[in-house]
């Protein structure tokens, strides 16, 4: 798997960008808030998501793990692809969108390009409890029904890229660290992976 590609902007346009790395041209699809942040740098560190199909690999770039983060969270929808989550990201902030989520506000979503009211009532529903609330200046105040630990969703993180359920990682995860909240993140996953 891909985390990040740093390395000299090649060619921008609005919806994508080519970074070359070590002689190699990597493009990645884009949104208008990552394209934003890169226009007029030669120069850029693109964090990734790598799309596996059947028919192309396609790399989606950006700015920083936060609005990856997003990203993620957004194709984990039924419903939601990866080329709609990135129109969703070009229309709204991350900050806007966690707003929007955390004020159930689907009227805003139906604003996207492409998304119904059953697919913005679906992404509020799904993501709500998921997303986590910003101020300002961008530090997280809380998150909605969630008190796992940076290590609990290290965890969770690592046992979705292992394939398992994400709402099925969780419970387990959250019963560990209620258990023992000293664990390492290595101690945490091999304890969920007996248990999964």
């Known amino acids: 798997m891909i985390d990040y590609i740093k390395g000299e902007v090649a060619e921008i346009t609005p919806a994508s960008v080519t ?11 884009i949104s208008l808030n990552t394209y934003g942040a ?7 560190k693109l ?3 790598e799309s596996i199909r059947e ?10 793990k936060h609005e990856r983060e997003l990203f993620m969270l957004l194709i984990s929808v039924s419903g939601v692809g990866p080329s709609t989550a990135r129109v969703i990201l070009s229309s709204l902030s991350s ?9 159930e506000n689907a009227a805003v979503l139906q604003s996207v390009k492409g998304i119904g009211a059953k697919t913005a009532q679906r992404i509020i529903v799904d993501l709500k409890d998921k997303i986590k609330f910003t101020d300002e200046s961008g530090n ?13 969703h290290a965890a969770i993180s690592a046992l979705i890229m292992l394939g398992f359920v994400k709402n099925a990682s969780q419970k387990v995860v959250s019963k560990i660290i209620k ?13 969920a992976l007996k248990r999964l």
């Open 55 to 64: 028919d192309a690999h396609v790399l989606f770039g950006f700015m920083n």
């Open 47 to 49: 964090y990734v998501y």
């Open 95 to 103: 900050k806007e969108l966690e707003n929007v989520i955390a004020s």
């Open 140 to 152: 997280v105040v809380q998150s909605a029904k969630d008190d796992l630990t940076e290590t609990g």
């Open 179 to 191: 258990e023992d909240p000293s664990l390492p993140v290595e101690a945490i996953i091999k304890e």
């Open 38 to 44: 890169l226009n007029g740098k030669t120069e850029a």
């Open 19 to 29: 970074l070359e790395c070590g002689g190699i041209g990597y493009q990645m699809n």
